[in-house]
T-cell receptor, first 112, second 114 residues
Framework: TQLLEQSPQFLSIQEGENLTVYCNSS?????LQWYRQEPGEGPVLLVTVVTGGEVKKLKRLTFQFGDARKDSSLHITAAQPGDTGLYLC????????????FGKGTKLTVNP | DTGVSQDPRHKITKRGQNVTFRCDPI?????LYWYRQTLGQGPEFLTY????????KSRLLSDRFSAERPKGSFSTLEIQRTEQGDSAMYLC????????????FGEGSRLTVL
């Protein structure tokens, strides 16, 4: 059972455009992480959000955790080709489990 | 290099053979995780160690799979009698704190079963 739904699954945009990707669940998580993965590599942590309603900024990336801690969004301003990759959200703390549950990811391509 | 390292990076084997992957976590991390990732999917949890104790296992981890972390440092994941459906990227990650679940991943071991 996939507990985290990410949308869109694929996104291809031009350099300079803005975009938002979403991570939704019917379950509550104690925290949520966003990772970026490049082909043939492991995921790399971008940010962790813990508090409902929390907003974190990382340069041109803005992350938001939903008030009910069930969903999150990632907004990229003025996308660059270097932003190309697979963006994964992962939720923690379900039922006391130590494991992270990952979504399927959004594959982003930024064309020059 | 103080990151998580995995070996081998790539493994091609014939169906029915056994394979073993090794993971060396970040030295001060006491938690170690194995995940599996197939094409078009996010990582799927396989198992988790705190020090040398294996505390959680997924139902994905059939009896052909076994993982160990004998001294609480490096870990091995063995797959016996490999099947074509085992072809995937096997990712190891380590973590220091449980509360936020932040994982630091290795580059993965890609398995191809012919």
């Amino acid at each position: 059972t996939q507990l985290l739904e990410q949308s869109p699954q694929f996104l291809s945009i031009q350099e300079g455009e803005n975009l938002t990707v979403y991570c939704n669940s019917s379950s509550v998580f104690s925290s949520l992480q966003w990772y970026r993965q490049e082909p043939g590599e492991g995921p790399v942590l971008l940010v962790t959000v813990v508090t409902g309603g929390e907003v974190k900024k990382l340069k041109r990336l803005t992350f938001q955790f939903g008030d009910a801690r069930k969903d999150s969004s990632l907004h990229i301003t003025a996308a660059q080709p270097g932003d190309t990759g697979l963006y994964l959200c992962a939720g923690a703390g379900q039922g006391g489990s130590e494991k992270l549950v990952f979504g399927k990811g959004t594959k982003l391509t930024v064309n020059p | 290099d103080t990151g998580v390292s995995q070996d081998p990076r790539h493994k091609i084997t014939k169906r029915g053979q056994n394979v073993t992957f090794r993971c060396d976590p970040i030295s001060e991390h006491n938690r170690l995780y194995w995940y599996r990732q197939t094409l078009g999917q996010g990582p799927e949890f396989l198992t988790y160690f705190q020090n040398e104790a294996q505390l959680e296992k997924s139902r994905l981890l059939s009896d052909r799979f076994s993982a160990e972390r004998p001294k609480g440092s490096f870990s091995t994941l063995e797959i016996q009698r490999t099947e074509q459906g085992d072809s995937a990227m096997y990712l190891c990650a380590s973590s220091q704190y449980a509360s936020t679940g932040e994982l630091f991943f290795g580059e993965g071991s890609r398995l191809t079963v012919l």
